[in-house]
């Protein structure tokens, strides 16, 4: 979907219920383990967070190079 400065984002589908959402991997290559450990932290806290301009975390999770953080997908909003 997308590509910033520290993250790339993907539109995904979760098996188990083909709900649509996006994973936001954060390199850690790019990142110091306090700052991986914040985007867990900042993303496991706006899965609590609901609110209709904001996407809701679903999930996080961690791989050898990356962090990754599953979203809502919102289908018609830009975020420009």
């Known amino acids: 979907i997308g590509e910033g400065a520290f993250a790339k984002?993907?539109?995904?589908?979760?098996?188990?219920?083909?709900?649509?959402?996006?994973?936001?991997?954060?390199?850690?290559?790019?990142?110091?383990p306090k700052k991986g450990k914040k985007?867990?932290?900042?993303?496991?806290?706006?899965?609590?967070?609901?609110?209709?301009?904001?996407?809701?975390?679903?999930d996080t999770f961690e791989t050898d190079d990356s962090v990754g953080v599953v979203m809502e997908y919102f289908s018609s909003t830009s975020l420009r």
Request: with cysteine; glycine share 6%.
């Open 9 to 32: 984002v993907y539109q995904a589908k979760r098996k188990s219920d083909g709900l649509k959402c996006v994973i936001k991997f954060y390199k850690k290559a790019n990142s110091t």
């Open 39 to 58: 985007h867990l932290n900042v993303n496991y806290k706006t899965g609590f967070v609901k609110h209709p301009n904001l996407a809701g975390s679903i």
